[in-house]
T-cell receptor
């Protein structure tokens, strides 16, 4: 069994300040973890993924995430927020085979000018 | 450009009607998926297919049907048996590898289709 919990349903930050979106997971297997971004009325775009290689994963648009097994966390960060980062972000865990993807409920990121 | 094309973007259904959402991919991916997204919620898996002429139910398959006659196509029919069909539907695909090998293949998504019951 696997699950993922996004700890904040909504995060607001000022433009130019750091972003932190929190995700905790549980998995019976050695998991693969993903962050996806969704802009309004659009599909999901992959930001980054962890698949048991380096624990610090760099993604697109300046985002990165760190896999911490001891804390079962995979938090998403960005040093400086941009207005274009405003979107919904989903943390996703994959177990044994892609049909076992489990999505978090999402975190809406708002950027304050 | 390679990608996943969903159509139509917006669809309205009358009570008692079946409707079909189209999904085509030119990524040469083996696996295809249909997800449903309700406002403020994550995605839930409806059906998935790992090879042509084969598909499996996901977590919320009741009231839906699919076919996989071609590798690049995976249409979803929302039947009249689906009691609450108004939602955003997302098709996805991934390169599938046999069990026992690397998991965590990236899943790529289409732009989605809005279905509204009127």
């Amino acid at each position: 069994a696997q699950s993922v919990t996004q700890l904040d349903s909504h995060v607001s930050v000022s433009e130019g300040t750091p972003v932190l979106l929190r995700c905790n997971y549980s998995s019976s297997y050695s998991p693969s973890l993903f962050w996806y971004v969704q802009h309004p009325n659009k599909g999901l775009q992959l930001l980054l993924k962890y698949t048991s290689a380096a624990t610090l994963v760099k993604g697109i648009n300046g985002f990165e995430a760190e896999f911490k097994k001891s804390e079962t966390s995979f938090h998403l960060t960005k040093p400086s927020a941009h207005m274009s980062d405003a979107a919904e972000y989903f943390c996703v865990v994959s177990g044994f085979g892609n049909e076992k993807l489990t999505f978090g409920t999402g975190t809406r990121l708002t950027i304050i000018p | 450009d390679g990608g996943i094309t969903q159509s139509p973007k917006y669809l309205f259904r009358k009570e008692g009607q079946n409707v079909t959402l189209s999904c085509e991919q030119n990524l040469n991916h083996d696996a295809m998926y249909w997800y449903r997204q309700d406002p403020g919620q994550g995605l839930r898996l409806i059906y998935y297919s790992q090879i042509v002429n084969d598909f499996q139910k996901g977590d919320i398959a009741e009231g839906y049907s699919v076919s996989r006659e071609k590798k690049e196509s995976f249409p979803l029919t929302v039947t009249s048996a689906q009691k609450n069909p108004t939602a955003f539907y997302l098709c996805a695909s991934s390169a599938y590898r046999d069990r026992g090998l690397e998991a965590g293949n990236t899943i790529y998504f289409g732009e989605g289709s809005w279905l509204t019951v009127v």
